[in-house]
């Protein structure tokens, strides 16, 4: 086989048994053997190059068929209440009453500039506080439905942020980063784990009535994760987009599907392993199921009138209280047809605190009109999963982008940003109910016990998922991306 011994013997020892015929077929019947184990372990993710990886195998032409997780589940779906525009923990959730003592007073050592500009004195809470449930914390006056689910609440008093702006700090809440194009946090759950509901989207976004948080779709996008994994946009206000039929009968419609449906399946036949082509056309299927299924679930007229009374959706003298209920009445019928992932936003864009949490001018009476709308809907959904058996496997994660200052801003009735300490909460599967973990200093200012970057909060949430933080990653430009970067660790003293 071999034409010139002299070249033969520059080869080792294993090359030259393959020049006779016989050596040949020996090595090349065990090498192929190799070779289909190591495509075995491959497809099963159990190559050493995978161990470290927690990026699923994904069906292009199923990508949201339910899979796994890293480990046992603790939550099935998730319902996360983002309050856009950075509420003051002041008036909400820590009870600072130091800040009393000092109200009106200067900030000894205090800094002269904040974001916004000169700092003014310190400020008491706004609104009063009161010890609530069983384990007596205390909440502010300005949440009264919310305040009394304290027992059912886990909260993490002690967050930092990356960023003191709005833009940046929903990036980096929703994302993991402060630049714009990386997955949300709803795009990593749906590309890991898919959707029990094969005719819902499998993550929706439901925008505040009042208009998109300041950084838009980016708190929603799959970034350079397949474009499958984005939330789909909807409300009770807004329906999905493009999703009515162009025209004629229900009869027509379904038999163009039909026909439409056969075609694709021909075409994908004659071009087998073009996942682009088979991606497409689950697309495609999917918003033909929706044509259904979404219609149906957007209709509340079928939502009994206590229903409507509990969440507030039957107030005729405030508008946009109403529609915020209803949206948390989809969310909550989203989480009863397995939609993985609920994303209910409750705040718009920037417009100088008057239609988000963003109260830098008047602060009071700005709250005065969010509250309003955020308390009794929210509460109410809460306690209408808790009572429907639905809170067992739901989590539902209340956040805001960061926090605001223990002292007003110069000549105004406003507090500044501040990312240096602010609280967010869980309630739910797999959490520990009425507990309070990490703490600030006595005027809330700084996070200064249990110190929790968000990361390690969304690394949380993954964890209650099933999802091992460090593993759920995807290859972009020859780096391995996560949620949580290089950092992030599970908050563990509030899991059950």
């Known amino acids: 086989m071999f034409s010139s011994p002299a070249l033969a013997e520059h080869l080792s020892p294993a090359g030259r048994a393959l020049l006779s015929r016989r050596g040949f077929l020996s090595q090349s019947a065990t090498a192929l053997g190799s070779v289909a184990l190591t495509n075995l372990l491959g497809l099963d993710g159990l190559l050493a190059a995978n161990a470290g990886a927690g990026g699923p195998l994904i069906d292009p032409a199923r990508p949201y068929a339910p899979r796994g997780g890293h480990f046992p589940a603790r939550a099935k779906n998730v319902v996360v209440i983002f309050c856009a525009g950075a509420v003051s923990q002041l008036e909400t959730w820590d009870y600072k009453p130091e800040l009393i003592t000092w109200d009106n007073k200067p900030l000894p050592g205090g800094p002269a500039v904040t974001f916004q500009g000169p700092a003014g004195n310190l400020a008491r809470p706004q609104y009063a506080f009161r010890q609530r ?12 439905h919310l305040a009394e689910l304290t027992d059912d609440i886990a909260f993490v008093h002690s967050l930092t942020s990356k960023s003191n702006t709005h833009g940046p700090a929903e990036n980096f809440l929703s994302t993991g980063f402060v630049l714009d194009g990386f997955p949300s946090l709803g795009s990593w759950l749906t590309y890991a784990l898919g959707s029990e509901n094969q005719d819902l989207p499998a993550y929706v976004a439901i925008p505040d009535p009042r208009g998109v948080p300041q950084n838009g779709s980016n708190n929603w996008g799959p970034g350079f994760l397949p474009a499958a994994f984005q939330g789909t946009t909807m409300s009770s206000k807004e329906p999905v987009r493009h999703l009515a039929s162009a025209g004629g009968s229900a009869q027509q419609d379904r038999a163009a599907r039909t026909l439409l449906q056969r075609m694709n399946a021909r075409h994908l036949e004659a071009h087998p392993g073009d996942e682009k082509l088979a991606a497409r056309i689950a697309s495609y299927e999917l918003a033909a199921r929706m044509q259904l299924s979404v219609p149906e679930i957007s209709d509340l007229s079928t939502e009994p009138a206590h229903i409507l009374k509990l969440y507030g959706a039957d107030d005729t003298q ?23 992932f609920v994303q209910l936003f409750n705040g718009a864009y920037a417009s100088a605190g008057r239609l988000n949490w963003d109260g830098h001018s008047d602060l009071k009476e700005q709250y005065d009109v969010h509250a309003q709308i955020l308390d009794q809907p929210a509460a109410a959904l809460i306690r209408d999963l808790k009572q429907r058996g639905l809170l067992q496997d739901t989590l539902v994660v209340w956040c805001t982008e960061f926090g605001r200052m223990p002292f007003f801003q110069k000549g105004a009735q406003g507090r500044d940003h501040n990312p240096d300490g602010f609280t967010c909460w869980m309630a739910g599967a797999g959490v520990k109910p009425g507990v309070s973990h990490g703490e600030t200093d006595p005027l809330g200012q700084k996070a200064v016990t249990d110190v929790h970057p968000l990361y ?8 209650l998922l099933g999802l091992n933080h460090e593993r759920l990653t995807f290859e972009h430009n020859g780096i391995q991306r996560r949620l949580t970067n290089v950092e992030g660790h599970v908050i563990k003293e509030i899991l059950a």
């Open 318 to 340: 405030n508008k946009d209280k109403a529609a915020f209920a209803k949206n948390c009445i989809l969310a909550r019928r989203m989480i009863e047809r397995g939609v993985r």
């Open 456 to 463: 390690d909060f969304n690394a949380t949430i993954l964890h």
């Open 133 to 144: 449930g069983s384990t007596g914390k205390w909440v502010s006056d300005m949440i009264p």
